[in-house]
């Protein structure tokens, strides 16, 4: 069995681990297989990693194979590759909401799996993944590959698969949340004359260096949230009108919605 790793599916959240997996492997050491042709030709132009247009033949290349398809897409997939996967390889799904057990079951494999759940950043090496590991017995350097995996595109905490659908919503949809505020704090300058596009490095940078700050010192975010907010200052008037207007319930209920969402996949 060779020590590849093969995808099947190369949506965007594929190909930003490609692209991950290329900072430390060979493009001789990948391998991908998608549904559509033209997408598998064209990845294979930029990244020079061979595609397989049978996942049967790809699954006999590879022992590290990622599930990097939509939910809805696993039973179909299934059908094609169940029974296939041999003691030997490993299974790494990125499917949300489905369980070890459930892929355990659907591929009828006693394969060991790992059920990660990384978020588009990856694209740009700055990811963050949660991952967790079936009760298999895993040696210690296929420990190591799959940490070094997950480590070249961004970071990765090690979580129990009972939190997995709680890394969904920390994590998984949260740049979309993140995104949605660059774009509005970027509108809000605007509205004051910056430029459209100044307006969004100002708001982007500002996310970033916030974020690097609570990593970096290791300080509560409401300790940093004080430092800024000078007594009777402007800081504290914008911040008493975010909770006027319910900016954290509106993020918790969102989060509630994504838990909700994802608990229903099946």
């Not at 900072?23 to 998608?34: H, I, M, T, V």
Request: charged letters at 25%; proline letters at 3%.
């Amino acid at each position: 069995m060779k020590e590849k790793i093969g995808w099947i599916g190369m949506g965007h959240m594929g190909y930003a681990m490609l692209k991950g997996a290329l900072r430390y492997k060979q493009p001789s050491e990948l391998a991908f297989n998608d549904r559509y042709l033209s997408h598998m030709e064209e990845v294979k132009k930029e990244t020079g990693v061979e595609f397989y247009r049978d996942k049967k033949e790809m699954l006999q290349n590879v022992k590290y194979s990622i599930l990097a398809i939509k939910p809805q897409s696993l039973l179909e997939v299934a059908e094609e590759i169940k029974g296939l996967f041999t003691k030997e390889q490993i299974i790494i799904s990125i499917l949300p909401g489905v369980t070890i057990k459930d892929l355990k079951e659907i591929f009828k494999t006693e394969a060991k799996i790992v059920r990660a759940m990384p978020n588009t950043p990856a694209l740009i090496g700055e990811g963050m993944t949660g991952i967790s590991f079936s009760k298999d017995s895993f040696t210690e350097e296929e420990k190591q590959e799959i940490l070094k995996f997950f480590s070249s595109f961004g970071k990765y905490e090690i979580v129990e698969e009972d939190l997995m659908n709680a890394v969904v919503c920390a994590s998984g949809s949260s740049p979309a949340y993140v995104y949605m505020f660059i774009e509005a704090l970027a509108d809000s300058a605007v509205k004051y004359g910056i430029p459209r596009q100044s307006a969004y490095t100002f708001a982007a940078q500002t996310v970033l260096g916030s974020a690097k700050m609570v990593l970096e010192t290791g300080q509560h975010p409401g300790k940093l949230k004080d430092d800024v907010c000078s007594p009777g200052g402007t800081t504290i008037a914008a911040v008493s009108a975010l909770e006027e207007y319910g900016f954290r319930n509106a993020i918790i209920k969102a989060a509630d919605q994504c838990y909700e969402k994802v608990t229903k996949i099946k």
